[in-house]
């Protein structure tokens, strides 16, 4: 594993940060740029401290980051790069934390996906909701982007009907925690689905949700959507399955014969689209396979 960038030091010398971004990446060369770039944008934020937990890249995705590390520090924060071989989001967050100063190491957390493009004003909101003493739980108001796939778009339309879609402080893509938060768990657990495991974590009481928004990409096409789809559904279970007392926490409603029969009323073939993606990625799981939807 390499680390390249820079520290971020204030007037006094000694590291200044209040947000810790943790970004894991591989083969992002297409996304991070863009996701980079609305960090670096942020308006009213504090400073950034910004790791890259580059894993299993063979495109450009690390000569991306690097990249970026100068205006970064022209805008008041840093950001560095860890470029490991090992494809494994899971241990890439193990080595964004480990990284972390340990003069840092109260700071809040956020922990951001390298295709997700954040509003300018959700770091500053993020750092506000997180300024407490009591664990917390923050995330922004999440929409999802515009697919070129019209599949998707019918997909996505009945998706966002559900009850999962229609959840507050869903935190897909995009959550963060402070310092107590952090304390509610040592590592992220090998071949989990982290924000799922990371919510359930929290009492929905301790969960919130800011107004700034955040845009989360679907999977574009029918292929990828089965894929993705079968990927999440057995991600999750795993959860279920290695930390059974945490469902507990989960305040999302699964879906019942009435709300499916009203979304069939209403976007009959969205609602078609949605079940036979379901339906297909239910029947084509494989347990322990990796599948992303690009």
Known sequence: MTLTGVSWQGESGEPQMTLVVLLPASNEEDYLGSCLEALREQRDTPPLYVIVSANGCSDGTVAVARDQVAAFVVR???LVCLDSPVPDKSAALNRAEAAIPAALASAPRIYLDADVICAPDICAQLARALDIEQPSF????????RSPSAITRLYTAAWMQTSFGRSKALGAGLYGVNAAGRRRWQYFPAMISDDTFVRWSFAPHERVEVPAKFYWPMAAGPAALIRVRSRQDHLVQQVRERFPELERNEDVRRPNFRSLSTLA?????????YSAICLAARLCRKDGYWARGR
């Open 76 to 78: 008041g924060h840093a």
């Open 138 to 145: 923050a995330t922004g108001r999440l929409l999802v982007s």
């Open 265 to 273: 009323l209403r976007q009959p073939l969205a609602f078609m689209v």
